[in-house]
C-alpha cells in the first residue's frame, strides 16, 4: 500500500521509498524515511495535497509523491 491510498486518520510507517535524483531527495529531506512513522491528518478536496503529522510535526505533501511511500499499518505513533 502507499501513501496516497491510506485513509485520514490512519498511523502508518515508511516501509521503502520510491523514485529517484531530486524527487527521491525532496521526499527525505521533509524527514520521510524508511522507519518513520506518519498519520494522515486530511486529503484536500481533489486529493493534493495531502496533509501528514510526522514526528510532531504537519507537513503537506504532493499526491504525485505520497503514491511513491510505501507503507505498512500499525505504527507506533510515537
Known amino acids: 500500500m502507499n501513501l496516497k491510498e ?17 524527487v527521491k531527495r ?12 506518519v498519520t494522515v491528518r486530511k486529503v484536500a478536496p481533489l486529493g493534493d495535497p495531502i496533509e501528514l503529522t510526522v514526528r510532531g510535526y504537519e507537513l ?14 500499525g505504527g507506533t505513533g510515537k
Open 6 to 22: 491510506t485513509e485520514i486518520g490512519s498511523t502508518v510507517t515508511i516501509a521503502k521509498i520510491g523514485g529517484e535524483g531530486a
Open 26 to 37: 525532496r521526499i527525505m529531506d521533509m524527514g520521510l524515511t524508511k522507519g518513520t512513522v
Open 60 to 73: 503537506s505533501l504532493r499526491k504525485a509523491d505520497a503514491e511513491m511511500i510505501e507503507v505498512v499499518t
